[in-house]
């Protein structure tokens, strides 16, 4: 795993050096002043690590995998952000020191830019977002402005038209009109990133309408919060780890034909249906309780590294979810009831009122047969609730876990709720002593 990970990590950062060897065999000018080199370096390597974007974006299970989408999402940000900047240093260079201006280069630099500030203040789940003005504005247009997810997602769509512009500035270049290789490589890594990109919106798409899901339950578990049950409708369903995810989109234009994430929250054993637990907090996740049977379902997945099974096997489990952060988790402790009933396991769940805490008879019902299972709950709000209320504290969790007999080797962590609650309980848990390598955690935002 982390072998493949350097692997990949070594890929994208080094792939800029196939160019500029192509470029320096045949342009040795570029030898000759230290400006046109730095320039020349620079635009290469902006222009690779800005397709490369397409690659990434297209979520390739092959290097997801080793990763996890939130880590490839968050470094597509990144990225995105770094590359541009390398991009505009190039121009900058060309512009100051030898007074070149290309039209095309300079349209490409500014849809890029525009793009990404764009996409960093309203898409996902950006850096920005935990500051406060970023805050404000995302709920003022959201709210008031109803700027939809759909709608900064078809902006960001745009890239395709920066990305071409910028491929024609590339081989418009000095170094593209000397050598064919340079030419062949600019065109064909193009090529090979935009195909990625029409392969995830249109052919995977339509060969996940050939292989449909079909809803075959919808259970109210709360008033806010639905279960889908989804069978498929060719065969089994496909092999998943307990606490992956998946993206689905329901087609039935009532409900509104768009993709969302959503964790697992079946037993990944059961091969005849998966299950998807869904809380309603927007447009979409409302109208789950509307979503009839029969409907079919297209089910992009599995995705995501927040699993039991990609660390120790033999290492005690401490579940800390935050209301409907529960699903990834509920998938591995009903993996553990069929696998390893007896591994230690402590579950710690805070949620609002008694009522958040959904499908809790199923979780309750494991501990039958799983004897080292320990579930505490948790209620901020609930006047009859007679177990702990409140919130998880730095306290709480010294008393549990660092003065007790209650888990006595080596444990890992795994956190899922709301982005507050996981920075606190992260925060947490670092303040304790724990490394980061055992805390893994699951973000519901991409
Ligand atoms: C890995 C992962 C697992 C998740 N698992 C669960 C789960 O098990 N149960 C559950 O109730 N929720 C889960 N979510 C959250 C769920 O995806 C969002 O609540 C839902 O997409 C919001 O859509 P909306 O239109 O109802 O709300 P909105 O108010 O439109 O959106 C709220 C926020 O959700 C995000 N979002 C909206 N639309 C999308 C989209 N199409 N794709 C990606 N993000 C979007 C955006 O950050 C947005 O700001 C998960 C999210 C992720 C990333």
């Known amino acids: 795993m982390k072998k493949m990970r350097i692997f990949?990590?070594?890929?994208?950062?080094?792939?800029?050096?196939?160019?500029?060897?192509?470029?320096?065999?045949?342009?040795s000018f570029y030898f000759q002043n230290a400006f046109m080199m730095l320039s020349m370096v620079l635009g290469v390597t902006a222009y690779v690590w800005l397709v490369s974007q397409f690659i990434l974006s297209a979520r390739p299970k092959f290097i997801e995998r080793y990763f996890g989408m939130d880590r490839l999402y968050r470094f597509h940000n990144t990225m995105a952000v770094v590359s541009f900047f390398l991009a505009l240093a190039h121009n900058q260079i060309k512009e100051r020191v030898f007074g070149l201006e290309k039209q095309v280069g300079e349209a490409a630099l500014i849809l890029f830019g525009l793009i990404i500030v764009f996409s960093l203040v309203f898409l996902g789940d950006s850096f920005l977002r935990k500051w406060r003005?970023?805050?404000?504005?995302?709920?003022?247009?959201?709210?008031?402005?109803?700027?939809?997810?759909?709608?900064?997602?078809f902006f960001h769509n745009f890239t395709l038209v920066a990305a071409g512009l910028l491929a024609i500035h590339v081989n418009q270049s000095l170094a593209a009109s000397v050598s064919m290789p340079v030419r062949i490589f600019y065109i064909g890594y193009f090529v090979l990133a935009i195909s990625f990109y029409v392969y995830h919106k249109f052919i995977k798409p339509a060969l996940l309408r050939q292989n449909a899901f079909e809803v075959?339950?919808?259970?109210?578990?709360?008033?806010?919060?639905?279960?889908?049950?989804?069978?498929?409708?060719?065969?089994?369903?496909?092999?998943?780890?307990?606490?992956?995810?998946?993206?689905?989109?329901?087609?039935?234009?009532?409900?509104?034909?768009?993709?969302?994430?959503?964790?697992l929250s079946s037993a990944p054993g059961n091969r005849d249906f998966i299950t998807m637990t869904i809380k309603g907090l927007g447009d979409f996740t409302s109208k789950m309780k509307n979503v009839k049977m029969g409907t079919h379902v297209l089910v992009d997945g599995p995705y995501g590294y927040f699993s039991m099974l990609n660390h120790d096997p033999e290492n005690d489990l401490v579940f800390i979810a935050g209301g409907i952060g529960i699903t990834p988790i509920l998938s591995m402790?009903?993996?553990?009831?069929?696998?390893?009933?007896?591994?230690?396991?402590?579950?710690?769940?805070?949620?609002?009122?008694?009522?958040?805490?959904?499908?809790?008879?199923?979780?309750?019902?494991?501990?039958?047969?799983?004897?080292?299972?320990?579930?505490?709950?948790?209620?901020?709000?609930?006047?009859?609730?007679?177990?702990?209320?409140?919130?998880?504290?730095?306290?709480?969790?010294?008393?549990?876990?660092?003065?007790?007999?209650?888990?006595?080797?080596?444990?890992?962590?795994?956190?899922?709720?709301?982005?507050?609650?996981?920075?606190?309980?992260?925060?947490?848990?670092?303040s304790l002593g724990v490394e980061g390598k055992h805390i893994h955690f699951e973000r519901f935002a991409l």
């Open 133 to 153: 003005p970023i805050q404000v504005l995302r709920r003022f247009s959201a709210e008031k402005l109803r700027l939809k997810f759909k709608i900064v997602r």
């Open 333 to 430: 402790l009903l993996y553990l009831k069929e696998n390893q009933p007896d591994r230690k396991a402590l579950l710690l769940w805070g949620a609002q009122k008694p009522v958040d805490l959904v499908r809790m008879d199923e979780v309750e019902a494991l501990q039958k047969e799983m004897p080292n299972l320990e579930i505490v709950p948790f209620v901020e709000r609930g006047d009859d609730w007679k177990g702990q209320k409140g919130f998880i504290t730095r306290e709480y969790l010294a008393g549990k876990l660092f003065s007790s007999e209650v888990l006595d080797r080596q444990r890992d962590y795994y956190v899922c709720g709301p982005p507050v609650m996981m920075e606190i309980m992260i925060g947490h848990l670092k």
């Open 8 to 27: 990949w990590i070594l890929v994208y950062f080094l792939m800029p050096i196939l160019p500029m060897a192509l470029i320096l065999q045949t342009s």
């Open 216 to 263: 075959i339950g919808n259970v109210v578990e709360a008033p806010d919060v639905q279960t889908l049950k989804l069978g498929a409708s060719k065969g089994k369903v496909f092999t998943y780890k307990p606490g992956q995810f998946v993206f689905i989109t329901i087609l039935d234009k009532e409900i509104g034909i768009e993709e969302h994430p959503f964790s």
